[in-house]
């Protein structure tokens, strides 16, 4: 006896109509593009459907959105990208095109998943403790050298501010150190 899937993995359907109005059958309510947009980063799977033929035209409106957002905003395109997407339509190699970007773009998140990691282990939150304490260290050796009187105050936790600023170097050496091999 086969089992449905859960409606939460099932995709969210949404009709357009002629009147170019976009309804969320999951919500029964109306919704832009801008919503679809929304939907997408936040990792919603969704079809459109022409409501009149039923046809899955979700395919032009994911297009849709990206001349959307590539009009209004920072472009993500650049030109040169888009004139070789262009030329690879009628290609010999246009079947695989799909495929190959969807490959790449995989691996493109995979990789940036990876680095976000690798810099939350090395950095961690303490780092941010120790960068502002070094800073504030640097800004007192700065204004010692301005006004004397300045440097009444000592640093903080006992050091100085070259041994603190020694520490930061050798963290961003290993933090560099960590992305190089990431990178290989």
């Keep these: 006896m086969a089992t449905a899937q859960p409606a939460a993995e099932d995709p969210v359907i949404v009709k357009k109509y ?14 832009t593009l801008d919503d679809l947009a929304r939907m997408t980063r936040q990792g919603t799977d969704f079809v459109v459907l022409d409501a009149k033929t039923g046809n899955d035209i979700t395919h032009t409106i994911l297009t849709q959105i990206i001349m959307d957002e590539e009009s209004s905003g920072e472009q993500l395109l650049p030109i040169s990208f888009l004139r070789q997407l262009i030329a690879m339509y009628g290609d010999s190699m246009q079947s695989m095109m799909p495929q190959y970007l969807e490959a790449s773009m995989t691996n493109f998140r995979a990789n940036q998943q990876k680095l976000q ?20 260290a640097m800004f007192k050796a700065a204004a010692s050298a301005f006004m004397p009187k300045a440097n009444a ?10 041994s603190e600023l020694d520490a930061l170097k050798k963290q961003m050496a290993a933090m560099q150190k960590k992305l190089d091999e990431l990178g290989k």
């Design 153 to 162: 105050e000592p640093t903080s936790a006992g050091g100085s501010a070259e």
């Design 18 to 31: 002629a009147n170019r109005r976009l309804y969320n059958t999951r919500s029964s309510s109306y919704i």
């Design 117 to 136: 990691d690798a810099w939350k282990a090395s950095v961690g939150p303490e780092a941010f403790g120790k960068l502002a304490e070094t800073n504030m």
